[in-house]
């Protein structure tokens, strides 16, 4: 488990806030990070909060105090976050084995460190395993920066003849902007498709044999076929996305 002598032996300016919290600071090349740690929780196990370029300490509380007394998990646990200026409605709470925080600093210290991250609904499932989670941390959302705007969980499969590409069996995670180009490629190429998975695992599939026109199919349900205009397209996604 955590001391704060831990903290004060491998970070630098470590603060008593307060309720066993303690925040210090890393700087990187690019970054500047703060750390707050509950160190000793009430559930047996030291629980993590990292931001980026900002601190806000009594938030960091908050998503502590929604954790409570949650008991240590083997994968992620998604619960409700305290009412927040930051619009967070969720908080991830994720077990040493899915993250890499403080690895190479406090190797022997970090069997029991959960991080908690405050999360936009859509961001997250809450049932990601470790690879996917891993990889959404590198590719799609900036867990550390409280000011981002919401970045929706997107699994895409397509297959394009037109231009060559395509996903095969699997989905591929990817932003919003990167699925809005591959919808936009299939436009009046009639043998091609998009499927696209949101965070609830609903899937919505699209075609298109006409430049003017996207057929809608939801949960490869032909009896849900709707036609959409391209130019009501990305409202719409964007809400099955976020809702």
């Known amino acids: 488990m955590l001391t704060a002598q831990d903290l004060v032996d491998n970070f630098s300016n470590v603060v008593d806030i307060g309720s066993g919290v303690f925040r210090s600071e890393l700087r990187t090349s690019k970054f500047h990070y703060f ?31 929604c954790v409570g007394v949650l008991r240590p998990a083997t994968g992620l646990l998604k619960i409700p976050a305290a009412s927040n200026i930051y619009g967070f409605s969720s908080i991830v709470v994720v077990p040493p084995s899915y993250h890499s925080y403080f690895e190479g600093i406090l190797d022997a210290k970090r069997t029991n460190l959960a991080l908690c991250i405050p999360v936009f609904e859509c961001e997250f499932s809450g049932r990601e395993k470790a690879g996917q989670f891993s990889k959404m941390l590198w590719r799609t959302v900036p867990i550390a920066d409280w000011s981002r705007k919401m970045v929706p969980k997107i699994l895409l499969r397509f297959d394009n003849p037109k231009t060559g590409g395509g996903t095969g069996k699997a989905y591929d995670l990817v932003q919003f902007s990167t699925l809005l180009a591959e919808i936009e490629s299939i436009r009046g190429v009639g043998s091609a498709f998009v499927e696209i998975l949101n965070f609830r695992e609903e899937v919505v599939e699209l075609i298109s044999d006409d430049e003017a026109v996207y057929t809608w199919i939801c949960n490869r349900d032909d009896a849900t076929r709707e036609r959409v205009n391209p130019t009501a397209l990305e409202k719409r996604l964007w809400s099955f996305l976020t809702k």
């Open 35 to 65: 750390y707050l740690c509950l160190a000793n929780g009430a559930a047996h196990q030291d629980l993590l909060v990292a931001s980026q370029e900002k601190f806000d300490d009594q938030f960091a509380k908050k998503v502590f105090g």
